[in-house]
């Protein structure tokens, strides 16, 4: 994930007044797995198909 897209979830989490792990639920992956993707540490193929459905969730 780009650095301004974990910027943008991290500013859409903020003013949903969503915690991580909400949106981490909501997407079937573990928190630590949301948390490597929004630092870009994760961005292989799978990551890339989280990505897509984090910014449908998210309207970003």
């Not at 897209?5 to 859409?12: C, D, P």
């Not at 915690?19 to 929004?38: F, M, P």
Request: glycine share 6%; proline share 2%.
């Amino acid at each position: 994930m780009s650095q301004d897209l974990g910027i943008q979830v991290r500013s859409e989490l903020f003013k949903r007044k969503m915690k991580q792990k909400e949106l981490a639920d909501l997407v079937g992956i573990s928190n630590a797995y949301l948390s490597d993707i929004i630092n870009g540490r994760k961005d292989g193929p799978k990551a890339q198909e989280h990505i897509k459905h984090i910014q449908k969730i998210l309207s970003i």
